[in-house]
């Protein structure tokens, strides 16, 4: 079984429930060469090291083949550039999103949030036995949080979900396999999203508000003011960043919590286990399990090997954090696990910019889930799961109530 065929195994549908062993199997070669010329990097160590390289890429413009998307896009967010403008972004977006200009942001949502999670269960506890985690409750809850922050009207979400699903599709787009419209529909729907943001944004200009779009189209701080431009994509990353991933790790988590019924019992008398769960959660069943954009600037020695510069890089999360090399006992789900530097959030100058959120969302949702259901019941495991092999999570989490 060669290298190729493991990683196009790990991409087929048919791995999405259990990727796990194909992972272990990727790791025999931490730094593999595919048939089209890429790397997939698979350890731990490797991981680690590469991403706090400063000749790795995130803008792929650098690689020797750049996809349509990549040589078409207008004003890419800071996700997908590099220092020095990267840094400029993200301090610019960051002075609205935590320390050191707005500490308190997050710890302060803590009441709204419990608000918010309360109000669904609520809504779901009475009205059926019969309930969907994701639709139901992981989906709505950080889309109405992200909504709120950032200053999107929580009613337009059936407008920009299509679009998010067409953009989350395109996210693994392989010109060699694929057919071109479906990187065509993710261009298609950035562009309606970013016009959609645009309209947001315009009444805003000299309307300082409490929201993020308000506050980033009137800040003048030391680094000047974003354009309207770099507002827009940074707003379409947040919104899309700050729900697709978390809806997942509540999803992950209340599915583990069922397989595991002790642990679920023991965090209803031992409710402060939450926060080592949710960090184990991060590494055991991680919502982005491969970041598949990043590219060579020059040469690149890692594991004896050399990645030529303009090599497309796909570096395997969720393999690295359950690398044995790393982690006693990598497979088993163990909340009191002392030294846990997952790579949930990945690592280096790209590490999860709302990390301190999506700790505190799920932290709230698994508790209050754990303490208002009384008897839950899992009706199908494995689940459904999306189609996504890099954003991976249930389609559907059914479970029984009583
Ligand atoms: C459980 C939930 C989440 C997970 C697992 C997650 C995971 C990640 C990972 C792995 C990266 C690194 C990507 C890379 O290196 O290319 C990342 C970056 C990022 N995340 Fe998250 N994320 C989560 C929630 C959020 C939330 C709630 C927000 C915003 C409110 C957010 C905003 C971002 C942004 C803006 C970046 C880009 C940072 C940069 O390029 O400097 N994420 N996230």
Redesign the pocket.
């Known amino acids: 079984m060669t290298e190729t065929s493991t990683l196009h195994r790990i991409l087929d549908y048919s791995a999405r429930a259990d990727p796990y062993p194909l992972y272990a199997e990727l790791r025999k070669t931490p730094v593999a060469l595919q048939e089209d010329g890429s790397y997939v990097i698979s350890t731990y160590r490797e991981i680690t090291d590469i ?1 706090h390289n400063p000749h790795l890429s ?1 803008d792929a413009r650098n690689l020797s083949r750049p996809t349509p998307a990549a040589e078409e896009r207008d004003t890419p ?4 550039i590099d220092p020095p403008e ?1 840094d400029r972004l ?1 301090r610019l ?1 960051m002075r609205h ?1 935590g320390p050191p200009c707005t500490p308190g942001l997050v710890t302060g949502m803590q009441p709204d949030l419990t608000a918010i999670v309360g109000s669904l269960i609520d809504d779901f506890a009475k009205n059926s036995q019969l309930v969907d985690i994701v639709d139901d409750f992981a989906y709505p809850f ?1 889309v109405t949080v ?1 909504c709120q ?1 950032l200053g999107v009207p929580r009613e337009d979400e059936p407008r920009f979900h299509q679009w998010v699903n067409a953009i989350i599709d395109s996210l693994d787009y392989n010109p060699e396999t694929d057919p071109p419209e479906k990187m065509n529909h993710g261009m298609q729907a950035t562009k309606d999203m970013h016009q959609y943001l645009g309209g947001l944004l315009e009444p805003r200009h000299g309307r300082p508000g409490d929201d993020l779009l308000s506050r980033l189209a009137n800040d003048d701080g030391p680094d000047g003011r974003m354009t309207d431009k770099e507002i827009i994509s ?1 707003a379409h ?2 919104l899309i ?3 697709e ?2 809806v ?2 509540i999803t992950n988590g209340m599915l583990t919590l069922l397989r595991h019924p002790h642990v679920l019992q023991r965090l209803r008398g031992e409710p402060d286990l939450i926060v080592r769960l949710v960090e184990e959660l ?1 590494r055991y069943e ?3 399990h491969i ?1 598949p ?2 590219a060579a600037y020059s040469d690149i020695t890692l594991a004896d090997t050399v990645i030529p510069k303009g090599s497309r890089i796909i ?1 395997m ?1 969720a393999s690295g954090s359950r690398d044995p090399d790393r982690f006693d006992d990598p497979d088993r789900f163990d909340p009191d696990r002392q030294d846990n530097q997952h ?13 301190p ?3 505190l ?2 932290q709230i949702a698994l508790s209050e889930l754990v303490r208002r259901l009384e008897r839950p019941r899992l009706v199908t495991d494995p689940p459904p799961y999306r189609p996504s092999p890099i954003l991976r999570g249930p389609i559907h989490l059914h479970i029984e109530q009583s």
Do not use: D, K, M, Y
């Open positions: 991403l995130s967010s800071f996700i997908t990267h993200r977006a999103f950080p992200i922050l940074t990353l947040l960043a700050g729900h991933t978390t997942n790790l991060l991680p919502p982005v970041i954009w990043r570096l999360l790579l949930g959030f990945g690592s280096g100058i790209h590490l999860c910019f709302g990390g959120l999506a700790r969302e799920t």
